[in-house]
């Protein structure tokens, strides 16, 4: 599973400082996991899946693709997002996604009011 990770942070683009923040995880974690000293946790491999959309059967097994086929429209979009790091775009948008979801509910509303009306400037 160590090359399987380290497989997936190369094709994600990142290092391993910033895989390891995107996962809330210290990159000494991320490179004794890599070079096999450490094992995964459950909810490490979960996070993993469900950060990335990355088929478990893949990490877990090494069957199957990398990751799971979208399932709609928006889902592929996330995917793209994920996978397109040097996007300067797509890292806006995750960007302001990480810290949506980090504000509190009132703070939220306030960002979805901007986003809305700068989507409405595009029209």
């Given at each position: 599973?160590?090359?399987?990770?380290?497989?997936?942070?190369?094709?994600?683009?990142?290092?391993?400082?910033?895989?390891?923040?995107?996962?809330?995880?210290?990159?000494?974690?991320?490179?004794?996991?890599?070079?096999?000293?450490?094992?995964?946790?459950?909810?490490?491999?979960?996070?993993?899946?469900?950060?990335?959309?990355?088929?478990?059967?893949?990490?877990?097994?090494?069957?199957?693709?990398?990751?799971?086929?979208?399932?709609?429209?928006?889902?592929?979009?996330?995917?793209?997002?994920?996978?397109?790091v040097d996007d300067p775009i797509a890292e806006a948008i995750t960007d302001f996604m990480e810290v949506y979801l980090q504000?509190?509910?009132?703070?939220?509303?306030?960002?979805?009011?901007?986003?809305?009306?700068?989507?409405?400037?595009?029209?």
């Open positions: 599973m160590n090359e399987r990770l380290k497989s997936l942070r190369n094709h994600l683009g990142f290092t391993q400082i910033q895989f390891a923040e995107r996962l809330l995880l210290s990159q000494n974690f991320i490179a004794q996991i890599e070079s096999g000293k450490r094992n995964m946790s459950e909810r490490t491999i979960i996070d993993i899946c469900e950060k990335f959309n990355v088929n478990e059967e893949w990490l877990r097994e090494g069957t199957g693709s990398m990751f799971n086929p979208p399932e709609d429209e928006r889902a592929a979009y996330v995917s793209y997002l994920l996978e397109n504000c509190d509910p009132k703070s939220k509303i306030i960002l979805q009011d901007f986003a809305k009306k700068l989507l409405n400037k595009k029209k």
